[in-house]
């Protein structure tokens, strides 16, 4: 069954990349995304070698993070946007996996919310960095 926080956020399917929701915290998102091979995007990424997209794990992160903010206000509508990422990627992961995702937010100004990422496969580090969201309401369509 799908955390209900997952449907709270901005994307649909074939664009979420959160799957399970381990633990949520005024501050901090444990969540995962496995990834089973036979997802559309590795027909053509890495021909016979299939490797999950580094944009699609900084958007898996970017998406822990937004849920962060998503469980501090649940009756607010939330857009967010990515607005800046630092992410070095430590490994690559290949399918069948699981991925274990880790954000902290460790600071905000205004709207610009700061988080520390890390991106696990069977305890390995993959990727790691900072995102900043930027949150705003929709605009009211009349």
């Known amino acids: 069954m799908t955390h209900?926080?997952?449907s709270k956020l901005p994307h649909r399917e074939p664009f979420v990349f959160v799957d399970a929701v381990e633990?949520?915290?005024a501050n901090t998102a444990d969540v995962s995304w496995?990834?089973?091979?036979s997802e559309?995007?590795?027909r053509g990424h890495f021909e016979g070698?299939?490797?999950?997209?580094?944009?699609?794990?900084i958007e898996s992160m970017?998406?822990?993070a937004g849920l962060v903010l998503i469980a501090r206000d649940l009756d607010r509508a939330h857009v967010g946007l990515l607005v800046q990422s630092d992410i070095r990627f430590r490994a690559p992961v290949r399918p069948p996996a699981t991925i274990a995702i880790h954000a902290l937010e460790d600071g905000c100004v205004g709207s610009l919310h700061s988080f520390a990422v890390t991106a696990r496969c069977?305890?390995?580090i993959v990727a790691d960095g900072t995102l900043v969201l930027a949150v705003a309401r929709p605009a009211i369509s009349e």
């Open 62 to 64: 970017a998406q822990a």
């Open 4 to 6: 209900p926080l997952i």
């Open 23 to 25: 633990g949520i915290t």
């Open 49 to 57: 070698d299939a490797i999950v997209p580094g944009v699609l794990l």
């Open 34 to 37: 496995t990834v089973s091979g």
């Open 40 to 42: 559309d995007f590795f």
């Open 122 to 124: 069977q305890s390995q």
